[in-house]
């Protein structure tokens, strides 16, 4: 989610409204930090399509989480 600026409370926050599994949190971190696709896959020993499947999952928990909280900024999102 390069259209937002992430901060270690919005990752917290996000992390307990969510319910995110341990992958998901160790992607979202990664992720967080401009980790590429291909690091994380390395060094967290996933497939490159594991990691996109779990970043699709990602915005998808956050576009159904962020309505329920007033500090997780909406995202930017083409159509």
């Not at 409204?17 to 390395?42: F, H, P, Q, R």
């Not at 962020?66 to 159509?79: D, G, I, N």
Request: a positive charge; proline letters at 4%.
């Amino acid at each position: 989610m390069k259209d937002l600026v992430w901060d270690k409370g919005m990752i917290e926050e996000f992390t307990a409204i969510a319910c995110l599994t341990e992958e998901e949190a160790i992607v979202l971190n990664d992720w967080a930090y401009g980790k590429s696709i291909t690091y994380t896959s390395m060094h967290r020993n996933m497939c490159t399509s594991k990691v996109n499947d779990i970043r699709s999952r990602l915005r998808l928990k956050y576009d159904r989480v962020q309505p329920k909280s007033k500090s997780l900024p909406p995202r930017v999102t083409s159509k």
